[in-house]
């Protein structure tokens, strides 16, 4: 089954000609054609004509001999990274038309390693979200399935809810997210499959469309740690045009994978023993803990103090970046407009029809805490406290290697549920969030399932720029689960 | 803090987002809730504790001073509303 494997099965079965980079881009949109209408993991499908094409060339670059690290391997991106030619809409009436003149870093890196795109994968409107229903071009469903209980939809999670729903349903063989408070680690635990965050500055940002540009950080979506980290390689790596970008060398990330982790430190924080955390929840951590110790880990104790304020201080920075990023939506230069008689007018209606409520409340937020009398008790404040966010994840590195922790307080909840109190849905992020504020790297793997027959995810959360020693851990973790459950809607199913 | 009517008018009109009456109403009773929970912040003792500007892991560089880009103004048109001759043209923005 060609929509089933990994990237490095994929790459094996191409450089091996057991099938062409044709056959498998095909079988792929064939599955698109099949489950995109039920699933919405797509936005934008690219024309069959060109997805061909792409793979066209990589059979032969595979041919001569002079194939990248991702040739011929069809993935999805997520349609907040610009690319050329291509609709990149970021979710938003806003920008429905808008036709990018230029590639994103990441994505042209990709396109140099020899991917070829599908098509651009759904999101919450400008990655503001936790369960992708906040999209204007509505909501993506999770391809998983409460047991017994078929009927209700469920969310992909969110930002990339498109791009988890693609992986997971064998619409991609993987797909590129983007994490400002767990945008990627979340929806891979919701859809089990594997999401890295990389270390804030590892991937470059210029041509991704700005939601938290202190927070913003893009990676990759994978069946297996071991394809996150081949993913990674090809899209990090040092950037001129953005000036927070890392010039520090790009490791093989792949190889870290299968490392043994004897000897390594695994901290577990007591604040993330949250009080009310599931008992599912709680029972994975453990078993997760179990596997580590082994595997040769020391399991530490440790203690993040700060971990109760990081989403409250997530919640005053993101949007304060958020409303300065979105300025740029004005109706005038390009984008949505709205006609009105002044010049404010045209502004206001602009913003009022092309935003969506979520993004709408952010922006003024934003504004709120940054104008003048708020700024020094909210923003000002907030910055301070996110000093001790860091701090204790740094000082929790002095003792540990790395921390392990659940990636989300629960598993996938239904289309509709968490609405009425947008507090409720911030609270998904729990877990994720402080990781993003102190830009450490983190990734999520699945490692099992609940008694309603959904995965649930566990985090490891790294040093910066120590990514190799994430993907180690992850992967005994992965040796260890042995997660090889497939969702119900899925490519293979029925075949 | 609690927000009232007027701020919330205030800031979205900061914000340049028209908002109808009834709609100012619902917004401001959302933000005050998140404000509401935001508050507990107020407990944490920052004294002497610095700001933190973006991530703090790259410092920042000055690049070399030559063009790096250009010659791509059909690229550049690509996005315009509108156009007249080889320019992008916009509605007025200064009154």
Not at chain 1, 56 to 79: C, E, F, N, S, W
Request: with cysteine; net charge negative; proline share 5%.
């Amino acid at each position: 089954m060609l929509t089933g494997l990994t990237l490095t099965q994929a790459r094996a079965g191409l450089t091996t000609r057991k099938f062409s980079a044709r056959e498998l881009a095909q079988a792929h949109l064939d599955a698109i054609g099949r489950l995109n209408t039920a699933l919405n993991a797509y936005i934008t499908v690219l024309p069959e004509a060109d997805v061909l094409a792409s793979a066209d060339a990589a059979d032969a670059r595979y041919a001569a001999g002079t194939q990248g690290i991702m040739d011929g391997l069809p993935i999805g991106v997520k349609d907040l990274f610009c690319t050329k030619g291509v609709r990149t809409t970021a979710a938003s009436k806003m920008l429905a038309d808008f036709v990018p003149p230029y590639e994103s870093t990441v994505t042209a890196n990709l396109l140099n390693a020899g991917a070829v795109f599908l098509g651009k994968t759904n999101l919450d409107e400008f990655a503001m979200g936790s369960a992708n229903i906040n999209s204007a071009f509505g909501p993506t469903t999770n391809p998983w399935k409460r047991k017994g209980d078929e009927a209700t939809a469920l969310v992909p999670g969110g930002s990339s809810g498109g791009s988890s729903a693609a992986v997971a349903a064998g619409m991609a063989l993987a797909a590129t997210g983007t994490d400002t408070g767990g945008s990627i680690r979340q929806p891979a635990a919701y859809c089990g499959i594997v999401g890295l965050k990389p270390t804030y500055g590892r991937c470059s940002r210029w041509g991704t469309i700005a939601f938290a540009s202190s927070l913003d950080q893009a990676g990759p979506m994978t069946r297996s740690v071991a394809d996150a980290g081949l993913m990674l390689e090809a899209m990090a790596g040092f950037d001129a045009k953005d000036s927070t970008s890392s010039n520090r060398a790009v490791p093989e990330f792949h190889k870290a994978v299968g490392k043994s982790v004897k000897g390594l430190r695994v901290g577990i924080p007591a604040e993330y023993r949250a009080p009310g955390l599931p008992a599912d929840v709680v029972a994975m951590w453990e078993q997760g803990i179990a596997w580590l110790k082994a595997a040769g880990c020391e399991v530490v104790d440790v203690s993040l103090p700060h971990t109760r304020y990081g989403l409250t201080t997530y919640y005053i920075i993101a949007p304060a970046e958020c409303s300065s990023n979105l300025a740029r939506y004005d109706g005038i230069r390009f984008g949505m407009r709205k006609d009105a008689p002044t010049l404010d007018g045209v502004y206001e209606a602009t913003r009022a029809a092309g935003f969506g409520q979520e993004v709408r409340n952010r922006i003024l937020m934003g504004t709120y805490v940054l104008s003048a009398g708020y700024y020094d008790a909210y923003y000002l404040k907030a910055q301070k406290v996110r000093t001790l966010i860091k701090r204790d994840f740094e000082t929790a590195f002095e003792t540990v290697d790395v921390l392990l922790t659940p990636t989300a307080p629960s598993a996938a909840f239904a289309q509709g549920e968490n609405m009425d109190d947008p507090v409720q849905m911030y609270l998904n992020d729990i877990f994720t969030v402080p990781a993003s504020m102190a830009g450490v790297p983190a990734l999520s793997v699945p490692v099992g399932l609940n008694d309603a027959g959904l995965p649930l995810g566990l985090q490891v959360i790294g040093k910066h720029f120590d990514e190799e020693t994430v993907l180690s851990v992850g992967g005994a973790l992965e040796a260890a689960a042995g997660f090889t459950h497939v969702p119900s809607v899925h490519a293979g199913a029925g075949a | 803090m609690s927000l009232d009517l007027a701020t919330t008018r205030r800031i979205a009109k900061l914000a340049r987002i028209g908002l109808e009456e009834h709609a100012l109403e619902a917004t401001r009773q959302k933000l005050n809730g998140i404000l509401g929970w935001i508050d507990q912040l107020a407990e944490v003792d920052v004294t002497g504790v610095p700001p933190m500007v973006g991530t703090e892991t790259e410092t920042l560089r000055q690049r070399e001073d030559k063009v790096t880009d250009g010659n791509c103004r059909d690229a550049l048109m690509a996005c315009a509303p509108e156009t007249s001759g080889p320019f992008y043209t916009v509605p007025k923005v200064v009154e």
